[in-house]
């Protein structure tokens, strides 16, 4: 079964449902000025809307029961909050991300008793609705949270279950643009160049990076290059290249 919800006529939420037994169909949320930003997200074996009012800011939440739509419960706080929630479901309930009325980073935990925690305030000011997701690895579930600040870099915060830990900046941005129409954007695409590993310690201490010619003939002279471990990211200028006999 799968669920979208929008807002429809008069600021009321609807939700979509398709099923392979039941078909296609239609339900009404309870009454709610909503916002035009809804997310939906899947919650064990029901749906959870998330959705913003219009006369307050706040955020609040409905759940599809057995019996219908519950009524809307208020996320605890009195945050107002702008744009998109971001919802991310884990084993105990629901983490809910926003950006605040005055551009600062909230997040907040639902459990599945419909108890919550309130918002907490990760700083800013941010630009735009941030990102959450999960990854899983090394036998842990961590949540990631991420957001572009008002200097244009691109942070993220993780969480494997102790709080979230410091911002971690992945990308520096574009900073300050005095004439847009001078602007040349360059997509990156993969593939991703690989350094010949045995020319190389653990770490990269030098300013001569290697790589195989299949992977890049060559680099102009002022290009930057995304270098990475997974962790930290850093962006170097390339000052010159030159072939180098294996």
């Not at 064990?44 to 939440?61: M, N, P, Q, S, T």
């Not at 997040?107 to 309130?118: P, Q, R, V």
């Not at 630009?127 to 959450?132: I, K, R, V």
């Not at 200097?151 to 830990?165: A, E, M, N, V």
Request: glycine residues 14%; charged residues 20%.
């Amino acid at each position: 079964v799968t669920c979208a919800a929008v807002r429809g006529a008069e600021d009321q939420v609807f939700a979509h449902f398709s099923s392979p037994t039941l078909g296609t169909y239609w339900t009404s949320l309870p009454p709610l000025r909503a916002a035009p930003e809804v997310a939906v997200i899947a919650l064990g074996a029901f749906f959870v809307v998330v959705a913003r009012g219009v006369e307050d800011g706040g955020l609040r939440i409905s759940a599809n029961l057995a019996g219908g739509w519950s009524p809307w419960a208020e996320v605890p706080g009195e945050e107002r909050v702008a744009g998109r929630a971001v919802v991310i479901a884990g084993l105990t309930g629901l983490t809910i991300a926003a950006r605040g009325g005055d551009d600062r980073l909230l997040a907040a935990n639902w459990s599945l008793s419909g108890a919550g925690t309130g918002w907490t305030d990760l700083g800013g000011p941010i630009l735009g609705d941030p990102m959450l997701d999960t990854v899983t690895g090394g036998g842990e579930v961590t949540r990631v949270l991420g957001a572009v600040f008002a200097d244009g870099t691109l942070r993220t915060r993780r969480d494997s279950g102790t709080g979230w830990g410091d911002w971690v900046t992945q990308a520096r941005g574009f900073g300050a643009i005095p004439d847009r129409r001078t602007v040349r954007l360059w997509q990156v695409a993969q593939p991703f160049i690989t350094p010949r590993r045995h020319d190389y310690p653990a770490r990269i201490t030098g300013g001569r990076v290697t790589v195989p010619l299949l992977d890049l003939d060559s680099i102009a002279v002022k290009r930057s290059v995304a270098l990475t471990d997974g962790v930290t990211t850093h962006v170097a200028a390339v000052a010159g290249a030159a072939p180098i006999p294996a």
